[in-house]
């Protein structure tokens, strides 16, 4: 999948188009903005090795490597010989046979796949270790036999405090110590850490924001069980403006409480998360996230693989609320559960919060804005080149559920070049049920963006395959596709849309409906026009969408559901 093919323009804010161009642009231990760049292949494979050019019968041809006599081009391997204990031969390349990699963009990346750099996004060994990369993780000096100071460094960002034991870890715990927390100090992991059975996780910053930078060099910190016992709860309580934290691995997290603003990562973050990967479970009451509760900076390149539940507001697999900042290239499975406004990676975005090259595979559940991606989008929010793929159920009575957005309220928020494709039910009646979002309220704009999940409406009001009820004239559907069946569903019930308030709202859109679709396929919509099976497979059927090139959309076979082959957009097409 090629999500990083170039467009001629960015429509989301400014703060999103920063976060792209430094996505793979950051510093590890101590390097400075912009001393560490490149970018990393999305499928992860890495640039190739200059063995020498040209064509050769044997080795001796070859400038550097070794020659592959069946095509005759000199590569640095064609056995696993030729390379390194922890290497095998991929391709011409020697790779390192890691089953542990990180992401960059949303898609794995081997961490040790480059012998510069420790791997994902271009992240070089810099200042502050020996520049060497083993086994994906930087190389520093640390004394594991310390437990009452750090194991080397003196916190400067050039030569970073060394972690490599769990006191030296434990330090941190609960500390407000201004050396520690509120100046410019570096933090560097340089060995698996494991805490099962010590005592509960306080905080880093116990009552006060981490300014900091803490990398955790790719290095798994397993058994956190975090102390939740005030708002603000997570490894770090909250992350300043200031604050840098990247390369963390958390495995088997635990965070559980009946308080606001809760992450396995942190509990509220205001500066930049950069290639963080956290699994485990996270519980409270409100702001609950897998990775933050509560998130107005960036998060760049990120995974949770998280249960998340709330007892009322704001789930979401990997923030619970953004207000503001960004959230790019990240991905959440797992699954989410909360009250109001939940959502595979987000539950409530917000004030400007720019999300783009999102994925969330996760199952959610709730009873009012519920969607797979985002709970609810308001305040100027928009979503871009994002998907996706889990199931979405509305519990009984609830309202607006959505495959990627269960409501878009207020002005100006917006769904562009993005998609759905999981099943979205209605348990047992409710309101606005739609295959991509549920209620679009006031002036949102939905773009260049599809459904294909089955909708199962069950004896709710307003039900679509596309939306379910779209409530005020200055909304705006252009160039959107719904392909998934629509079933049941009690009143207002619409292959693209089941209410709409204006009709001229929606412009070039289309539903799937066939003869052999069944009885219960809507033959009507509030909006939008219906194509059979072939018709949705020539591209000529979609009034004014862009196939040319460089195109928007693609068409595609061998996709699941009643429509095999059909338009997708084109960052989902293969390269």
Not at 126 to 137: I, P, Q, Y
Not at 347 to 373: K, N, P, T
Request: charged fraction near 25%; glycine fraction near 18%; aromatic fraction near 4%.
């Amino acid at each position: 999948m090629n999500i990083m093919r170039p467009r001629a323009t960015l429509v989301l804010p400014l703060a999103l188009a920063l976060a792209a161009t430094a996505a793979c642009t950051f510093e590890t231990a101590g390097a400075g903005p912009g001393d560490s760049g490149g970018s990393v292949l999305p499928d992860g494979g890495a640039p190739p090795v200059d063995a020498g050019a040209g064509e050769c019968e044997v080795d001796d041809e070859c400038e550097e490597g070794v020659c592959d006599e069946g095509p005759g081009i000199c590569v640095e391997c064609v056995d696993e010989g030729q390379c390194g204990e922890l290497e095998v031969c991929e391709g011409g390349v020697c790779v390192n046979d890691a089953d542990d990699p990180a992401t960059c963009f949303g898609e794995p990346v081997d961490r040790a796949s480059d012998p510069e750099h420790c791997g994902a996004c271009g992240n070089e060994c810099a200042a502050g270790t020996a520049g060497l990369c083993e086994d994906g993780h930087c190389v520093a000096e640390c004394d594991d036999g310390e437990t009452g100071t750090f194991g080397g460094g003196d916190g400067s960002p050039s030569d970073p405090f060394t972690i490599c034991n769990e006191d030296q870890l434990e330090l941190l715990s609960g500390s407000d110590d201004d050396d520690h927390v509120n100046a410019d100090a570096a933090f560097l992991v340089t060995a698996d850490l494991d805490l099962g059975g010590r005592d509960e996780w306080e905080p880093i910053g116990d009552g006060d924001a981490f300014e900091g930078r803490f990398d955790g060099n790719h290095y798994p910190i397993a058994n956190v069980a975090i102390d939740v016992s005030s708002d603000e709860s997570g490894f770090f309580g909250e992350i300043d403006d200031d604050g840098e934290v990247r390369n963390v691995v958390l495995e088997a997290a635990e965070a559980e409480g009946d308080d606001e603003a809760v992450g396995l990562l942190a509990g509220v973050h205001g500066g930049v998360i950069e290639n963080a990967v956290v699994s485990g479970r996270v519980e409270g009451e409100e702001d609950i996230g897998g990775l933050v509760g509560v998130s107005s900076g960036e998060i760049r390149s990120s995974e949770a693989d998280v249960e998340v539940r709330a007892e009322d507001d704001n789930a979401g697999g990997i923030a619970g609320r953004c207000a503001g900042g960004a959230v790019f290239a990240s991905t959440a499975s797992g699954s989410v559960h909360g009250e109001k406004r939940v959502g595979g990676l987000i539950g409530r975005a917000q004030d400007d919060c720019a999300i783009a090259e999102a994925r969330a595979g996760a199952e959610v559940e709730g009873e009012d804005r519920v969607g797979g991606l985002v709970g609810e989008l308001r305040d100027e929010a928009g979503i871009e080149r994002s998907q996706a793929t889990g199931e979405v159920v509305l519990l009984a009575g609830g309202k607006a559920a959505g495959g990627l957005v269960g409501r878009m309220r207020n002005s100006d928020t917006r769904v562009r070049e993005s998609s759905a494709g999981g099943e979205v039910r209605a348990d047992d009646g409710g309101e606005e049920i739609g295959g991509l979002v549920g209620y679009v309220r006031r002036s949102g704009e939905i773009a260049d963006s599809y459904a294909s999940g089955r909708v199962e409406g069950g004896d709710a009001d307003r039900v679509g395959g596309l939306v379910g009820h779209v409530g005020d004239d200055d909304a705006t559907i252009a160039r959107c596709y719904a392909a998934g069946e629509v079933r049941e569903g009690d009143d207002d019930v619409g292959g693209l849309v089941g209410k709409n308030d204006d009709d001229e709202t929606v412009v070039a859109s289309y539903w799937w409906l066939d003869e052999g679709a069944g009885d219960e396929q809507p033959a009507d919509s509030a909006g939008g026009e219906s194509l059979d099976t072939e018709a949705f497979s020539i591209p000529a059927s979609f009034e004014g969408w862009a196939f040319g090139s460089p195109p928007l959309w693609v068409m595609e076979s061998g996709l699941p559901g009643p429509v095999g082959e059909r338009p997708i957009l084109w960052w989902q097409a293969d390269p």
